[in-house]
């Protein structure tokens, strides 16, 4: 690995470090403004609606300039929406700004990697960013269940700059500067992401073409044969993990009797077990051996139902580890054989787009149905029984598709076996 793989991965880190604190800065917002129940998940369907929204276009936005300057400019983005909920914003619009940011962060993200690197290193490079990314979930996570706690914050605001009168008075504002200097720190990471000589498209200006070319590239995406079961378990996962968030936080205040800075806490728990997994899985999996760990998700669905029979702490947390380190051995290989596909078929940052789409479009799905639940007034266990069941059926039928593809005819004796590691 090039010392340019390690810029990218710190920019990334702070990135993502400074969005998982404000997403825990924002629910503590939310609930000093005493806002109904639902409105947590809400965060997240705020937050990802531009993925929606705007795949057509952001993928040709990242593919239309070197990506360290993509990545730089979406941090600007995330630093002004961080600034309006500071000033009073509505938390649901001002993390919505947030999510217009990341929107455009991601395809330069991960299609960085596909132009930096050969893709016999993408399994590896995928476990390391997923690996990170997931050690700034955890930290981010515990950032900001530690800043809203009441000795932690009180210190924080008593301190001063002598002669200087800050207009700093809450916990919410003291978090939000925190988030803001983090993603400062990740923007000029940005500033020194070296440019990897790809040509770049220039961006058309007619948005219909830019639909078209986009609706094609979904399309071709979801033909390929490898291309659609990759991308069907990425958009799983990604929109289970968004939903199991809030129901981690809901369960250990419900069965573990938690507050919201502790409950906070065990989100970082499953992630610890997501960077083991995804360790794992880029130390021994090669793409050829990816389409292999689809049975470990039906398997992390059932486990997840075991949840409704934990009532102690110390038996939460192995078992939060051992869900997300199912989820993290199982997301990593599929995640690079997802790139290695779009990138052979159309290109690094429309085919992130495309990708981005397809899981925050299940994101809002999930997590919106989760809202509906709540608002209706379903048991936690209810909902925990559900999810997992949802999401087992769900890996299975992707199974079950992969073997009909496979009887038709062996893509998978294609992929390089060369040794990930």
């Known amino acids: 690995m090039q ?5 990218i991965m710190a920019a990334q880190f702070f990135s993502a470090l400074a969005d998982n604190a404000l997403l825990i800065a924002a629910i503590y917002a939310l609930r000093e403004m005493h806002a109904p129940d639902a409105y947590a998940p809400l965060l997240k369907l705020f937050f990802t609606v531009s993925y929606v929204l705007l795949a057509a276009f952001v993928g040709a936005f990242a593919d239309s300039m070197p990506k360290w300057r993509v990545m730089f400019i979406s941090n600007g983005i995330k630093i002004f929406g961080c600034a309006l909920m500071f000033f009073h914003v509505h938390p649901l619009a001002a993390y919505a700004v947030v999510g217009l940011g990341a929107a455009a962060y991601s395809p330069a993200k991960y299609g960085i990697l596909t132009e930096y690197l050969p893709h016999r290193l993408l399994v590896l490079a995928n476990g390391w960013i997923e690996g990170l990314t997931v050690g700034a979930i955890i930290l981010g996570t515990v950032l900001g269940g530690a800043l809203i706690q009441p000795k932690i914050s009180a210190m924080l605001l008593g301190f001063d700059l002598p002669f200087v009168d800050t207009p700093i008075d809450t916990v919410v504002e003291m978090a939000l500067c925190v988030v803001g200097l983090l993603y400062l720190i990740a ?3 940005n500033l020194y992401i070296p440019d990897t000589g790809v040509d770049h498209k220039p961006l058309k200006k007619n948005p219909w073409y830019l639909l078209h070319e986009f609706g ?25 993990g968004a939903t199991l968030q809030f129901i981690v936080i809901k369960w250990a205040e419900a069965a573990l009797h938690l507050d919201l800075s502790k409950s906070s806490m065990l989100q970082g728990v499953v992630a610890l077990g997501v960077a083991v997994g995804a360790a794992v899985a880029a130390k021994f999996i090669t793409l050829r051996k990816s389409i292999r760990v689809i049975p470990l998700g039906i398997a992390m669905g059932i486990i997840v139902i075991g949840m409704n ?10 078992l939060l580890i051992l869900i997300g380190a199912l989820s993290g051995f199982f997301v990593v290989p599929m995640n690079a054989l997802l790139q290695h596909r779009g990138h052979i078929l159309m290109g690094a940052g ?13 994101i809002l799905i999930m997590t919106g149905l989760y809202a509906a639940m709540i608002k209706a007034d379903f048991s936690i266990y209810t909902v925990i029984t559900l999810f997992g069941l949802f999401v087992a059926a769900a890996m299975w039928l992707v199974r079950r598709r992969h073997q009909a593809n496979q009887r038709e005819r062996d893509d998978v004796i294609h992929l390089d076996d060369c040794n990930a590691h």
């Open 187 to 189: 923007a000029v990471f």
């Open 216 to 240: 094609h590239c979904l399309a071709l995406l979801w033909r390929d044969r490898l291309g659609q079961i990759s991308l069907a378990v990425t958009t799983l996962f990604w929109g289970a």
């Open 350 to 362: 429309h085919s992130i787009a495309v990708q981005n789409f397809n899981e925050n479009l299940s």
């Open 3 to 7: 010392i340019g793989f390690y810029i």
């Open 309 to 318: 029979f934990v009532r102690d702490f110390w038996v939460a947390v192995p």
